[in-house]
Structures are given as C-alpha cells and as structure tokens.
DNA sequence: GTCCCCACTTGATCTCCATCAAAGTAACCA
DNA sequence: TGGTTACTTTGATGGAGATCAAGTGGGGAC
C-alpha cells in the first residue's frame, strides 16, 4: 500500500528521507514525473525559508538540518509553532500563501518540487494525496499534543517535555530504541526553545540547569546532552503516553 | 472542482453542513454510496461522544451543537485542543484509536458515516481524498493559530481571541460580514473556555467582567455577548491577522 | 595571545495569574 | 414556595515565571 513497505529506505542514499515524507527518489522507481521536477536546496543557519504571507512555490522536505514554523505578534512576541527534523514535509498543496514564517535553525537541505507541477501528480496520484494526509494529521496530533505543553504544563515539565521529544526523535533516527542512555546534541538556542515553549530564555537555563543540579540529565558544555534514564525524564515532562509524536 | 462550487448548499435542508465538511446530502448528488453509509447520532450536553483510546468505528460532521476535542493528565490537568462547530469534520481516516476525548458541549447532532464503508469510499473517490486534506490543513492551521495564543498571550487577549473566534464563526454562519455589532450566545461554560485559554475560570470570569466594564463587550445574562465594535476586539485580542481561522 | 562577540548563567525584584474562600444568581424540582 | 444544584462573580493571598541587570565562558578573528 505505501511505498515505504515496499522499498528498503536505508540503502537510499542521496536521498536521506527515511519514513513519513514523501521521497524523491525512492517514489521515482515509481514515478519517473516526481523525478524530473524534484530539486535540493541549501540554506544556512539563521536563514529564512519562507516569509510568512509570501507566495509559496514550492513544496518539499527537509533532508538534513532542522527548520522552525514561527508566528510573531506585531509587538515581537514570537512562538514557534513547529519543528521540522529531517524527513518532514513543507508545504501546503492547494495553498497560495505562507502562514508562517519557515526558518533554518542549523543548516538546512531541502529536497524541494515545484508546487504546480507536484499539485498536479497528486490530482492523478491517489497515494500521494493519501500519504499526504497520513502526514498532516500526525503534524495536527503533534500540535494538538502541544498545545497541552503550552496550556497546562509548568516551566520545568515544559523543559522535560521538549528533551523528551527531541530525544525520542532523536533515538528513533538512530534506531537504537529507548533502554540506556540517550544522547544528543540540542540543536536549538536557549531562545529558541523558549520561543517553541511560550517561556523566556532565562526560565530556560534556570530550568535545565535545576534538571541538570538534579541528575535528570547531563551537559557537556552548553549543548550536548544525556539522559541517563529516559523514564525520569518523562516523569518530569508528565507524560502518561508513551509517546510517539514527531513534529 | 469542489463540490461546494457545485452547489448552493443554503437550499440543502435536512443538511445543515454549509462549507468545508464532508456533506451527505450534497454528496450524494455524486455519490449515491455515501448516502448510503450514513447514518445521525445525537447526544446530550455533556455527554462524551468518543472516550480517547477507543476504537474508533466511524466519521463524520457535527450537524447541529458544539462538541470539544479535550486532553486531560493524569492529575486532572486539562486542555481542550479543538472546538467542532457545525460543519467541523470528526475523526481519522486510517487511524484505529481516538487520541482525545470528544465531548458533547451542548446536545449535539452528527451525521456519521461507519469507517470501514468510508475509507473505502475514499480510496476509490479522489476529491473525497482532497476535501479531507483541506479540511486537516484548515484544522492544522487552526491548531498552530492557537499554539500563538497559549504560548504568548495575556489572560485578557486570550478572551479576546476566544470571543473573536466565536463571533467571527458565527458571523460567517449568519453570512452578515462583520461590519455592525455582533450578537451571539456564548456556548460554553466558564470552565470551559478557562480549558481552551489554559487559565483558570476564576480569571476567565474576571477578565469577562474586566472587557464588560471597558465596553469592550455588552453582556445580558451570563451568556448573551454582544461585540458593538468588532474592531476594538481584535485589537485586544493582539490580532494583526485579520482573521478567518475557524476551529 | 587577547579582544570581541554571542550564547548562556545567575541574581534581584516585580507582576500576573493561580489558588483558596465565600457569596451571588438563576434554573429546576419537589 | 423554598431548597437544591450548577454556574458565576468577587475578594484576599501567594507563587511561578517575567523582567531587569550583571556576570561568565568559549570560540573565532586578527
């Protein structure tokens, strides 16, 4: 049924799209039309995207890198409203505009297909429109699982609950599961996560700082990260679910 | 190429499914099979339509009433994550278990179609496909519109917002526009509205009381709202976004 | 080397909203 | 008619996190 059981992504090189996206090259064994209107862009650090309420062009996925979806308030109040890890799609087929702004928050590629011709193999590909919505209805439950974080947790669950996502994310990249300890590099500011949590970067450090004081995790340096006990963590997050939510 | 442009769905009586939703009625026009697996439900206020972690065994949209889409912790905590207005579409497509609790806000009608029959249907019926997608897009947007006012809004701009969302839904269902005064009935509880803002009902009540005394707002009851300058609103809701998000 | 810059940390204080508590209002029912 | 119940308002108080303000540390340019 999905393409995804039919080929073995890991041996798909150039093209680092491992589950949920749609791919490039591994959808041209099937659709030679994708392959011809599929190209890669780079982007640097700190670069933006898209503008919000820019004509959009294109549609596509991040290969490498880690984007941000962010909304900002005339007075510069900003939140970010989604994180785009490798594998996930950009874009709104049938959409003219950008409702938000789409920035690089590491370096970024991005394997990318024109919005017009792309619209057009979905109207005659019903398993593109098909994964398509598979994919916006995870984005629609992470957000809704967020908006609980952003609602109703407090600062330090907050904290606990971004490490958390990030780690699993993390760890199912790595296919190594989540006994032992995890470990990773945080690929987001101090003011970055601030922005995705609806804090403020000094609430940030204190936080993870009293995390780190308590053993929940350990810092090397300002980024890298372990989680000696995945459980804890998610203890401090108060999180029923075992999770698997991904944006 | 959507049904909508097809027809004048205000002449389409015993469905009162105006835009955006899957429509029975108006479908089968086209589609003879979907008249044929659908079926109406009704349930009382309060009621809880579909517990999360349940079997999901249908879809649908809610015809008449309100319900929520609500996330609890295991300490009580809850957020509402989503409100279904008439026309909002319920449920999953290719997904076996509810993720959240849908409940009855106020008695509530649905016209549900057994998921089995439908996911069929939408498989062998392209524009089916597309509605759905447009209709999660919205939602998603939605969604992420929210993550803004729960992350980085003021008590008193998260009322705004919330009465903005009503009285502008409500405004489009009545096709009036929003010039002149808005009058609707709230249709939730304190409580409620305290679980869609992430405050508490206290505050809630108290920042309702706070807009009324400003003449921001005109209240008859504890329920009957009435917006005399819509712009005014928006203003304190920190919206620049002149609007038109709809969940 | 050392200077600078940027991301981060830590401290002191303030404020908005949560919490706890009590009283008011209206619908409903016996 | 009065009483019960569910919803709402209002008051008093406290605390989590924002805000303002220094200070730290590491990496890169020269």
Redesign the interface.
């Known amino acids: 049924m999905t393409i995804k059981a039919q080929f073995d992504h890991s041996n798909c090189e150039d093209c680092p799209i491992r589950h949920r996206a749609v791919c490039a090259r591994c959808d041209a064994d099937e659709l030679e039309e994708l392959e011809s209107i599929k190209y890669y862009r780079s982007f640097e650090a700190g670069q933006t995207i898209i503008w919000s309420g820019d004509q959009m062009n294109f549609v596509g996925s991040v290969v490498a890198g880690i984007a941000s979806?962010t909304?900002t308030?005339?007075?510069g109040?900003?939140?970010m409203?989604?994180l785009l890890l490798p594998s996930d799609f950009v874009g709104?087929?049938?959409?003219e505009v950008a409702?938000?702004d789409v920035q690089a928050t590491t370096d970024v590629v991005m394997c990318c297909f024109r919005k017009k011709p792309f619209e057009e193999l979905m109207?005659t590909t019903?398993h593109i429109?098909?994964r398509?919505?598979?994919m916006?209805?995870d984005?629609?439950?992470a957000?809704?699982?967020?908006?609980?974080v952003?609602?109703?947790k407090t600062a330090r669950e907050k904290i606990a609950s971004l490490l958390s996502i990030i780690a699993r994310r993390d760890a199912s990249i790595s296919q190594k599961g989540l006994a032992g300890p995890i470990v990773f590099d945080l690929p987001l500011t101090r003011e970055a996560m601030a922005d995705y949590?609806?804090l403020t970067l000094e609430t940030v450090s204190r936080q993870i700082s009293a995390l780190k004081k308590e053993g929940v995790i350990t810092l090397e340096g300002k980024r890298h990260v372990t989680i000696p006990d995945m459980g804890r963590l998610m203890e401090e997050a108060?999180d029923?679910s075992d999770g698997g939510f991904l944006v």
């Open positions: 979806l909304q308030m005339e007075d109040r900003t939140q409203v989604g709104r087929p049938g959409r409702p938000y109207a019903p429109a098909h398509l919505l598979q916006t209805l984005e629609l439950d957000a809704r699982e967020w908006m609980l952003l609602g109703r949590l609806g108060g029923d």
